[in-house]
């Protein structure tokens, strides 16, 4: 790690060095904030392709002591960049500060043009942070829990072999729901659920609403509605004994581990959340409208 010394004030910025949009907006970030005499830390492996000023502390890997110390960390990128983040977000107890380089970009709390808006908003504090739920995962093979792990958005059983479907159980609370062929099944949360959720067919779920989602992919049954339980429920999925059957398990499309036959996916609320800085009090209702570009026009609103 580069010795520099440390400012009073810590923001690490995490960036997808892959486009050139994303590049040129860290170079205007860091600039403005350490002219406003905040420190800088930036991941080594980003750091060698962003030009920055010999005042910013580079970091060897996201390690825990990556964030000691940090006030914010400021993520420019897309969905996936955000859910990188936000891996080090909850492992640090960190809010994380989207801008948006991508296409939709829920997690995100700003676009790019608003980049002096976020310099002088960190500067001065002018944010505040609200905490996301999450969700545990526990895989299980013969009763035994073979794999833990967590998601911002969702843990999703799929298919490993295209040609074939997965025959799978679901299950709420201890108690079987349906048995069917599909491609998958969704297991999210309020703020999955404007991710791969949506696409499967959910619902969207405003993300102060708190409650689990389960979603079935492209179901061969009658009964294979999105269902929508309490935060305290526990949402499971079997993956039936069969030959030809095995599954895989993605959380946030970013971990993965194989499912054999028989194997079982718990999922229940998690126990860390993840924290998110927030600029503005815009209401979710308008950012849903704005991203998806939904035409509200001859909206006339109550009357006053």
Partial sequence: MTEHPMAERNVLLLVHT???????????????LLRCGIGVRVLAAEAADVPLPSGVETLAAAEPEAVEGVELLIV??????????????RSGGVP??????????????????DLDKVVDRVVSREYEVEERMTIDVLVRTNGEVVHRDWALNEASVEKAARERMLEVVTEVDGRPVSRFG??????????????YAFSAGGPVVWPEVEALLMVPISAHALFAKPLVTSPKSVLAVEVQDGAGQHGVLWCDGRRTVDLPAGARVEVRR??????????????????????FALPVAGWRGAPH
């Fill in 18 to 32: 892959g486009r050139d949009a994303a590049i040129r907006s860290a170079e205007l970030v860091v600039q403005g």
């Fill in 76 to 89: 420019l990128g897309g969905d996936g960049t955000l859910l990188r983040g936000a891996e080090i977000a």
């Fill in 96 to 113: 994380m500060l989207g801008v948006n380089l991508g296409r939709v970009g829920f997690l995100a709390e700003a676009e790019r043009d």
């Fill in 182 to 195: 599909c491609d998958g099944v969704v297991c999210a949360t309020p703020t999955g659920s404007t991710a």
């Fill in 270 to 291: 998690g126990a860390v959340p993840v924290r998110l800085a927030r600029l503005h009090h815009a209401l979710f209702t308008d950012r849903l409208v704005a991203k």
